[in-house]
């Protein structure tokens, strides 16, 4: 399967405790994106990566969050001392470098984690 | 603050009909504007992209209309069958930025 692939698919936490998730984009792709997406409402963008550098990060990305990606691979994001306001399916995405992709720019979205904070 | 809004009421619709869905949105200028399919459990899935100068895009039974003056994008399902109920996300995206800014989606049912 060469699609953008998240682990894990599930994840339960209490409130309080650190997790972290991880992103492989499709390996062509030099542009990772990460989003929240709560039931019932469309996708909201958490941060971008061109490569290794975060070029763009979101207000709704406090201090409790961190992104990563380290060799312009594969991404992590953490939440520490989780809220239960942080529960929602954490999706990734990726795209093709701006030479290849023109103006279409097409994401190409993982299957999610969805997070649940007791 | 920008607002993208999609009628957030399922659209029910029978067999072969067309279903119509809109994207409204106010303080934004987006240079394109995407639909994205997204089925229960799953991430979403592009289908069209129309950019700021255009009218029309069709693909197949899709197609997706674009009018900046009313700030307004009709997506079109012609000859619907059941395998395309979903939600239907509308997106926006500037001509210098990469990111997305999604609607809430429209939830779609066909009924045989």
């Known amino acids: 399967d060469t699609g953008v692939s998240q682990d894990p698919r599930h994840k339960i936490t209490k409130r309080g405790q650190n997790v972290t998730f991880r992103c492989d984009p499709i390996?062509?792709?030099?542009?990772l994106y990460w989003y929240r997406q709560t039931l019932g409402q469309g996708p909201e963008f958490l941060t971008y990566?061109?490569?290794?550098?975060?070029?763009?990060k979101s207000r709704l990305l406090s201090d409790r969050f961190s992104a990563e990606r380290p060799k312009g691979s594969f991404s992590t994001l953490e939440i520490q001392r989780t809220e239960q306001g942080d529960s929602a399916m954490y999706l990734c995405?990726?795209?093709?470098?701006?030479?290849?992709?023109?103006?279409?720019?097409?994401?190409?979205f993982g299957p999610g984690t969805r997070l649940t904070v007791l | 603050s920008q607002k993208i809004e999609q009628n957030s009421e399922a659209l029910n619709i029978q067999e072969g009909k067309t279903a119509t869905l809109t994207c409204n949105y106010t303080n934004y200028s987006p240079a394109y504007l995407q639909w994205y399919r997204q089925d229960p459990g799953r991430g979403p899935v592009f289908l069209l992209l129309?950019?700021?100068?255009?009218k029309e895009k069709r693909k197949e039974r899709l197609k997706v209309t674009f009018d900046t003056t009313l700030k307004q994008s009709l997506f079109h399902i012609t000859a619907s069958q059941p395998a395309d109920s979903a939600t239907y996300l509308c997106a926006l995206r500037k001509a210098a930025g990469n990111k997305l800014t999604f609607g809430g989606g429209t939830r779609v049912l066909v009924k045989p």
């Open positions: 390996s062509e792709h030099n542009r």
């Open positions: 995405a990726s795209s093709l470098p701006p030479r290849l992709a023109g103006t279409k720019n097409e994401q190409f």
């Open positions: 990566f061109q490569n290794e550098a975060q070029l763009e």
């Open positions: 129309i950019r700021e100068n255009e």
